[in-house]
C-alpha cells in the first residue's frame, strides 16, 4: 500500500493536456510545500521534473507544471508530446516518517 | 556531469546476503547525503534507507530494520547497502539517489538518481 494515491493511469492525444492528482493527508502533502514529481520510462530510473510543489529543474520542458491544494497535488502535462508517454510519481515530505512516494501513474499519448 | 554507477545486483536464496555499491562523480560527494530506493516489479517507489554527508545519521524503513545496513566511503566516493537475511519481498530493483542540501530550494527531493540493480530473493 503506497502513502500516497495516484491514478493508475491517464491518457491523452498529442497538444492536449492531461493532469495526474496525487492524494496524501495533512501530515504530508497538506502539510508541507514539499512535493516532488519523478518521470520514468521504462526500464529506467526516475528523473526529477518538479520539485517543491512548482519548481521545475533545469532542462525540464516548461510544459510540465505542479500545483496543490490542500492534502491533494497535481502534475499538469501541457501540450502531451509523444516521448511524455512514460510513469510519473510523486512524492511529499512527510516529517518524521521522512519522503514517501505515490504508486505511479501510466500516461499514455493516444 | 553527475553520474552514479551502481553494481552489485543479482540472485540470491531467501536468507542470503548481498551487496550493492553505488560509485559517484561529477560532484562532491563528501557534501551530500544519499539515499536507497527501491521498486518491486510493477509497484511504486519505496524509501528504504539513508546516510548523511558524514554517516553521522543514518536511518531505515521499518522494513528492513535490522537486516539491511547502509555505508559510505568519502574517500573512495562510494555508497554501499549491505543486505542480510533477504526475503521474496525485498525483490526489487534498487536504486542510490542523491538528496541536495539546502539552499535555495528544500532538500526533500532526490535530484539524481543511478541506473538501478535488480535483487531477486528466490529458491
Known amino acids: 500500500q503506497s502513502a500516497l494515491t495516484q491514478p493508475r493511469s491517464v491518457s491523452g492525444s498529442p497538444g492536449q493536456s492531461v493532469t495526474i492528482s496525487c492524494t496524501g493527508t495533512?501530515?504530508?502533502?497538506?502539510?508541507?510545500?514539499?512535493v516532488s514529481w519523478y518521470q520514468q520510462h521504462p526500464g529506467k530510473a526516475p528523473k526529477l521534473i518538479i520539485y517543491?510543489?512548482?519548481q521545475r529543474p533545469s532542462g525540464v520542458p516548461d510544459r510540465f507544471s505542479g500545483s496543490k491544494s490542500g492534502n491533494t497535488a497535481s502534475l499538469t502535462i501541457s501540450g502531451l508530446q509523444a516521448e511524455d508517454e512514460a510513469d510519473y510519481s510523486c512524492?511529499?515530505?512527510?516529517?518524521?516518517?521522512?519522503?514517501?512516494f505515490g504508486g505511479g501513474t501510466k500516461v499514455t499519448v493516444l | 556531469e553527475v553520474q552514479l554507477v551502481q553494481s552489485g545486483g543479482g540472485l540470491v536464496k531467501p536468507g542470503g546476503s548481498l551487496r550493492l555499491s553505488c560509485a559517484a562523480s561529477?560532484?562532491?560527494?563528501?557534501?551530500?547525503?544519499l539515499h536507497w530506493v527501491r521498486q518491486a516489479p510493477g509497484k511504486g517507489l519505496e524509501w528504504v534507507s539513508s546516510?548523511?554527508?558524514?554517516?553521522?545519521?543514518?536511518y531505515y524503513a521499518d522494513s528492513v530494520q535490522g537486516r539491511l545496513t547502509i555505508s559510505r566511503d568519502n574517500a573512495k566516493n562510494s555508497l554501499f547497502l549491505q543486505m542480510n537475511s533477504l526475503r521474496a519481498e525485498d525483490t526489487a530493483v534498487y536504486y542510490c539517489?542523491?538528496?541536495?542540501?539546502?539552499?535555495?530550494?528544500?532538500?526533500?527531493?532526490?535530484?539524481?538518481w543511478g541506473q538501478g540493480a535488480l535483487v531477486t530473493v528466490s529458491s
Open positions: 546516510i548523511s554527508y558524514n554517516s553521522g545519521h543514518i
Open positions: 495533512s501530515s504530508d502533502i497538506g502539510g508541507y510545500n514539499y
Open positions: 561529477g560532484f562532491t560527494f563528501s557534501s551530500y547525503s
Open positions: 517543491d510543489v512548482t
Open positions: 539517489a542523491r538528496q541536495p542540501p539546502w539552499g535555495s530550494a528544500s532538500p526533500y527531493f532526490f535530484d539524481n
Open positions: 512524492s511529499s515530505f512527510a516529517g518524521t516518517f521522512g519522503l514517501v
